[in-house]
């Protein structure tokens, strides 16, 4: 299977401040990825559908100015949270879209104080 | 509401034993389900996928069991051991929701040694 890595691991940031996070395909040229959001004992939300060389399709809710997902290449996906507020502490995870399975990433561990 | 649910509370068994793990979903007709496990901090990793004309599916220690009428699915562990010890995860790619995984919030396994 496709093996996706994730930077950073976790990351601490101040309020009103932007975080990027990075998810790396390492080993599957992945046209489409997927960027998650977990908060504590909750399950996994999807908040955007990210496609290779097009914009990203962001799920009902999720603030397309304020997350913004960049995916350039095959390999790489980024996800920018821009003006971190507390409220946007949450586990990050992507996920790369294989033959009838997807890959996840470690995730990002965002902490915004 | 179209939702998926899973045992909110944890599920500790004895080393050896069985556990038995319960998904249900309402107003979803989804043609597959996959169970993942999670450990804390870290993505999901996929561990079994069973389609709606099959039954049961296997894979070494583990059983999965697909009920579509009672929009159910049963996932089994025998001979567990401490190792086992994590979250796991039901989805389901639902038509009704374009193909796009969503995730129950997962049962907490412990097993004693």
């Known amino acids: 299977g496709a093996v996706v890595s994730q930077h950073p691991s976790r990351v601490i940031c101040k309020s009103g401040t932007s975080v990027k996070i990075e998810c790396r395909s390492l080993?599957?040229?992945?046209?489409?990825m997927f960027w998650y959001r977990q908060f504590p004992k909750q399950s996994l939300m999807l908040m955007a559908t990210?496609?290779?060389?097009?914009?990203?399709?962001?799920e009902q809710g999720v603030e397309k100015d304020k997350f913004l997902i960049n995916h350039a290449s095959l390999t790489l996906s980024t996800l920018t949270v821009t003006s971190a507020h507390p409220e946007d502490s949450s586990f990050y995870i992507c996920?790369?879209?294989?033959?009838?399975?997807?890959?996840f990433g470690p995730g990002t561990r965002l902490t915004v104080l | 509401s179209q939702k998926i649910e899973q045992n909110s509370e944890a599920l500790n068994i004895q080393e050896g034993k069985t556990a038995t793990l319960t998904c249900n979903y309402t107003n979803y007709s989804p043609a597959y389900l996959q169970w993942y496990r999670q450990d804390p901090g870290r993505g999901p990793v996929f561990l079994l996928l069973?389609?709606?004309?099959?039954k049961e599916k296997r894979k070494e220690r583990l059983k999965v069991t697909f009920d579509t009428t009672l929009k159910q699915s049963l996932f089994h562990i025998t001979a567990s051991q401490p190792a086992d010890s994590a979250t796991y995860l039901c989805a389901l790619d639902p038509p009704q929701r374009g193909f796009k995984t969503i995730f129950g919030a997962g049962t907490r396994l412990f097993v004693k040694a």
């Open positions: 080993d599957f040229q992945a046209t489409t």
């Open positions: 996920s790369v879209l294989g033959v009838g399975e997807q890959f």
């Open positions: 990210s496609n290779e060389g097009s914009k990203a399709t962001y």
């Open positions: 069973i389609r709606e004309n099959e």
